[in-house]
């Protein structure tokens, strides 16, 4: 059974909801070691909510053990300095697994992926959503990346005891504002499309964002954050900016290269952490490359020597 949301878990996702990768070490295995340093800069920038088995977790890339793994070994590291988000999804069996051990694990809430199954009912997710509500027992996190499924169906989504946010990863944002409405403010809608998508959202009503970049530069996420928490949309602009370039490396190759990006920043700076694995666009093309170590050069964290 699903218990009131924390104040806590509320606060949390008006915040960042940052994404982790998952590190892998020289034979592929998930290290989740390697997020240590990765971790306490996050939590040092500021950084309110840290999820696990994400998408730019490679969430699909994984085997199930393998999300086990890392579900059940990050929220230690993390020590309570941040919310841990436990990213659940895949079959129904699976999901209510990953579900059922959330809170055994350490996770303060869980989100749930949008079911990628070619014959979803509308009907269909809304049961399965409450099957992981009362599976976990944790606050819930929507994650909609096609918000097709209707707005009555969204309303039915958010209703479920135990809902506390709605990931909105689409750029719909009429719908969004009407599915605000309808719901009202008991549920907290997220802009899951990151921080370039976040002022827009945000003028709407959505608060808080979600963010891979607090993986190589959770300062400048938190700069974002906290520009549009006081209303200062042309700060906040300017920062989207200045990440302008690194975002649009993200989406090359049809998004391909999304956490491709991250892991080479990663990986230039001096965290390892292995590759992005297929269908994950990797390597980088090398003038993708060479763009990528020029903006971490002008970030100061290469040297231009090394460029």
């Known amino acids: 059974m699903t218990t009131p949301v924390p104040d806590r878990v509320r606060k949390a996702l008006s915040g960042i909801s940052g994404i982790l990768v998952t590190p892998y070490d020289a034979e592929g295995n998930p290290a989740p070691e390697k997020l240590r340093p990765i971790i306490a800069r996050c939590a040092a920038a500021g950084v309110d909510g840290l999820t696990v088995n994400g998408n730019t977790s490679e969430f699909y890339s994984l085997s199930?053990?393998?999300a086990e793994r890392m579900q059940?070994?990050?929220p230690a590291l993390v020590e309570g300095r941040a919310l841990?988000?436990?990213?659940?999804g895949r079959s129904v069996v699976e999901a209510e697994r990953l579900a059922r051990r959330a809170p055994?694990?350490?996770?303060?809430a869980?989100?749930?992926h949008q079911t990628p199954d070619p014959f979803v009912a509308p009907r269909g997710v809304v049961e399965y959503v409450r099957r992981m509500a009362d599976a976990s027992g944790l606050p819930v996190v929507l994650y909609l990346r096609n918000d097709g499924i209707g707005l009555k169906s969204i309303e039915e989504l958010c209703r479920i005891p135990g809902v506390a946010g709605v990931k909105w990863a689409t750029p719909n944002v009429m719908t969004l504002a009407h599915a605000m409405r309808i719901v009202g403010d008991q549920v907290n809608f997220i802009c899951g499309l990151a921080e370039p998508w976040a002022p827009p959202m945000t003028a709407l009503g959505?608060?808080?964002?979600?963010?891979?970049?607090i993986n190589v530069a959770p300062e400048r996420s938190v700069t974002i954050r906290d520009a549009l928490a006081r209303g200062d949309f042309a700060t906040a602009n300017a920062e989207i900016a200045a990440i302008a370039g690194f975002e649009a490396l993200r989406s090359e190759e049809q998004n391909g290269t999304n956490v491709s990006v991250v892991k080479e920043a990663l990986n230039?700076?001096?965290?390892?952490?292995?590759p992005a694995r297929p269908p994950a666009a990797w390597p980088l093309a090398p003038e993708s490359h060479a763009r990528l170590r020029a903006l971490l050069t002008e970030w100061g964290m290469l040297k231009a020597a090394a460029a």
């Open 84 to 88: 841990v988000i436990a990213g659940i």
């Open 72 to 74: 059940a070994e990050v």
């Open 110 to 112: 869980i989100m749930i």
């Open 104 to 108: 055994k694990d350490g996770a303060d």
């Open 206 to 213: 959505a608060r808080g964002f979600t963010s891979g970049l």
């Open 268 to 274: 230039l700076t001096g965290h390892d952490v292995g």
């Open 64 to 66: 199930f053990a393998e």
